[in-house]
């Protein structure tokens, strides 16, 4: 009809290779728990992944045989839905994937915009871990935690399993590396510049018994 709502995006397939497109996506996004792929594919993709996320909660015989007939890999992938994956929401009400935009994946040419799509409160969980560095960045500050920043830790944490102590867990390490990457820059601060003196000695040697 015209001028009514858009019920999904066609993405410029025939019906079964868009079937095929998604299914695919999805595979890859249990297998894989994020990826990158153009922001129209994310979304669609997100949809379905909901679907099958919802499916695995409810584990009845009609949901696997439902679940079986999506994934490429079920063999692969059914056991992975309907444990750790239906463990992982089974009090979430929903929210279960995330898209984030990002920078066009193919810069030089078409430029479509992009996005990662990602299972929420999993391993590669994008917000919780920028979340974790955010922390690290305004507990070294004077000013403190912002009160975003405690809304977003409130977010990250509310649903996930033992989410505040896992989130301190990823702060003392990126305080580690945070502070690796420091001791690095200071040793490669003195390391260049005895470098530097010892060439000015040598020099100043060349020119005495020159």
């Not at 004077?142 to 977003?152: P, Q, S, Y």
């Not at 200071?186 to 005495?208: D, T």
């Amino acid at each position: 009809m015209a001028g009514g709502a858009l019920k999904y995006r066609h993405l410029s397939r025939s019906s079964s290779h868009r079937q095929a497109l998604l299914r695919n996506l999805v595979t890859s996004l249990f297998t894989h728990e994020s990826i990158k792929t153009t922001w129209p594919k994310a979304k669609e993709a997100q949809r379905l992944a909901e679907k099958l996320i919802t499916l695995g909660k409810k584990n009845t015989s009609a949901t696997r045989q439902r679940a079986q007939q999506i994934f490429y890999y079920p063999l692969t992938h059914l056991n992975n839905l309907f444990t750790t994956i239906r463990a992982r929401y089974l009090h979430r009400p929903g929210g279960y994937t995330r898209v984030l935009r990002i920078e066009p994946l193919n810069k030089h040419h078409d430029q479509a915009p992009s996005a990662i799509l990602e299972l929420v409160d999993g391993p590669k969980d994008m917000r919780f871990h920028m979340t974790a560095k955010t922390l690290v960045r305004e507990r070294a500050s004077d000013e403190g935690i912002r009160e975003l920043t405690a809304k977003n830790v409130q977010k990250v944490t509310r649903y996930r399993e033992g989410g505040m102590e896992e989130l301190e867990k990823e702060v003392r390490r990126m305080e580690k590396i945070a502070g690796d990457e420091e001791a690095r820059e200071v040793s490669l601060f003195f390391v260049s510049r005895l470098a530097v003196l010892g060439w000015e000695m040598w020099c100043a040697g060349c020119w005495v018994f020159g």
